[in-house]
């Protein structure tokens, strides 16, 4: 069954420290990558997605993310995270337009 | 607001009662989705529709559930003779029929289940 699989359900960091989450999935052939954040009272939002292309994808609010095809990983990047990026961090995965699967999340608290 | 609305946002009932939802997908989405989230887990797809036809149900939806989408607009989804396993957050999402599989989610139904 296809997975996707995040590393760290809790992180926290301090302003100003750079960030990565990890994410791999568990999907043979081409599939669609996506990083959801949600913030507190808010509803899920489109951080970034890859389709194909360059593997390394720029999303909203400085966010990127590289897709490395042979780890199977698609990892959320920030070189300096700000207070506001305190938010639960969602990796899913698609193959054309069928359903997403969705990890378990990663909590982000950022202290200021 | 042209985004996908949910109505109620909160819902609390009784054990055994049956319960409705309702998801208004932004207007030009054809496909819509229906999703449970449980605290500690991300969204786990419950069905699926493109325009009134409803094309993929998980088996995580058992036969006390049951959702549609009449004339392709909104979507309902009923949960019959409720349990206290069934307390978690509904969340509906909608995606264009053209490029690529983007989806847009509202701010969720919360069900609580007494």
């Known amino acids: 069954a296809q997975s996707v699989s995040q590393h760290n359900h809790h992180v926290i960091l301090s302003e100003a420290a750079s960030l990565e989450l990890g994410c791999n999935y568990s999907?043979?052939?081409?599939?669609?990558l996506f990083w959801y954040v949600q913030y507190p009272g808010q509803h899920l939002q489109l951080l970034l997605k890859?389709?194909?292309?360059?593997?390394l994808v720029k999303g909203i609010k400085g966010f990127e993310a590289e897709f490395i095809k042979s780890k199977f990983s698609f990892n959320l990047r920030k070189p300096s995270v700000q207070w506001s990026d305190t938010a639960e961090y969602f990796c899913?995965?698609?193959?054309?337009?069928?359903?997403?699967?969705f990890g378990k999340g990663t909590m982000l608290l950022v202290s200021p | 607001d042209t985004g996908v609305s949910q109505d109620p946002r909160h819902k609390i009932t009784k054990r055994g009662q049956n319960v409705t939802f309702r998801c208004d997908p932004i207007?030009?989405?054809?496909?819509l989705y229906w999703y449970r989230q449980t605290l500690g887990q991300g969204p786990e797809f419950l069905t699926y529709?493109?325009?009134?036809?409803?094309?993929?149900k998980s088996r995580l939806l058992s036969d006390r559930f049951s959702a549609e989408r009449p004339k392709g607009s909104f979507s309902t989804l009923e949960i019959q003779r409720t349990e206290q396993g069934d307390s978690a957050m509904y969340l509906c999402?909608?995606?264009?029929?053209?490029?690529?599989?983007?989806?847009?989610f509202g701010p969720g139904t919360r069900l609580t289940v007494l």
């Open positions: 999402a909608s995606s264009p029929d053209t490029g690529f599989n983007e989806q847009f």
């Open positions: 999907y043979g052939g081409t599939v669609n």
């Open positions: 890859y389709f194909s292309g360059d593997p």
């Open positions: 899913a995965v698609n193959k054309g337009y069928s359903t997403l699967t």
């Open positions: 207007s030009e989405h054809n496909r």
């Open positions: 529709f493109q325009n009134e036809a409803q094309l993929e």
